[in-house]
T-cell receptor, first 115, second 109 residues
Framework: KAGVTQTPRYLIKTRGQQVTLSCSPI?????VSWYQQTPGQGLQFLFE???????NKGNFPGRFSGRQFSNSRSEMNVSTLELGDSALYLC??????????????FGAGTRLSVL | KNEVEQSPQNLTAQEGEFITINCSYS?????LHWLQQHPGGGIVSLFM???GKKKHGRLIATINIQEKHSSLHITASHPRDSAVYIC???????????FGTGTSLTVIP
């Protein structure tokens, strides 16, 4: 079974641009969560999608948004990029989002650099 | 205030030593997770706990629900154990993780 796939792996953008990151969960997994990792703040929760609906949201500005498609693939978008958005963005999937005890499987991440 | 606190932040050990990493949390949780992150970013889930103790090879994870505390132990540490270990809590209210700051472990041969 293929793991969680994130594309692209690396991305360089300039301030003010927007970016879209993609995450394909493990087949059969319906919950996809997104996280941001920076040296200063560590890992922080962005949002979780389950069955095409955003179910939980972290404390990030509205420039950060996401969506989930009917095949459970998810995208996150960051508009009007700032230097501080430079980070590793990780997505994780789990098989049944309704059960909080499920293990999450992480993708390798997308490393975004904003210049 | 962070929902999950982890200590120590950095740890250096000699090969063969017994290692303990601690995690305390302040929210009601449905599960406590221990994750391992190697250089390059990939995260692997080591344990998911809601009570008691779990063992996998040289790794042991325990949780005390009353004290809101969990520990990760590594017996007979090896240089390949060098990584960042992260404690994460799944709250009762959702499926997201609250993360500790991580413990960077270096095991010296």
């Amino acid at each position: 079974k293929a793991g969680v796939t994130q594309t692209p792996r690396y991305l360089i953008k300039t301030r003010g641009q927007q970016v879209t990151l993609s995450c394909s969960p493990i087949s059969g997994h319906r919950s996809v969560s997104w996280y941001q990792q920076t040296p200063g703040q560590g890992l922080q929760f962005l949002f979780e999608y389950f069955s095409e609906t955003q179910r939980n949201k972290g404390n990030f500005p509205g420039r950060f948004s996401g969506r989930q498609f009917s095949n459970s693939r998810s995208e996150m978008n960051v508009s009007t990029l700032e230097l501080g958005d430079s980070a590793l963005y990780l997505c994780a999937s789990s098989w049944a989002g309704g059960e909080a005890k499920n293990i999450q499987y992480f993708g390798a991440g997308t490393r975004l650099s904003v210049l | 205030k962070n929902e999950v606190e982890q200590s120590p932040q950095n740890l250096t050990a000699q090969e063969g030593e017994f290692i303990t990493i601690n995690c305390s949390y302040s929210v009601g949780i449905s599960a406590l997770h221990w994750l391992q992150q190697h250089p390059g970013g990939g995260i692997v889930s080591l344990f998911m706990l809601s009570s008691g103790k779990k063992k996998h090879g040289r790794l042991i994870a325990t949780i005390n629900i009353q004290e809101k505390h969990s520990s990760l132990h590594i017996t007979a540490s090896h240089p390949r154990d060098s990584a960042v270990y992260i404690c994460a809590a799944t709250p009762n209210t959702g499926n997201q993780f609250y993360f500790g700051t991580g413990t960077s472990l270096t095991v010296i041969p």
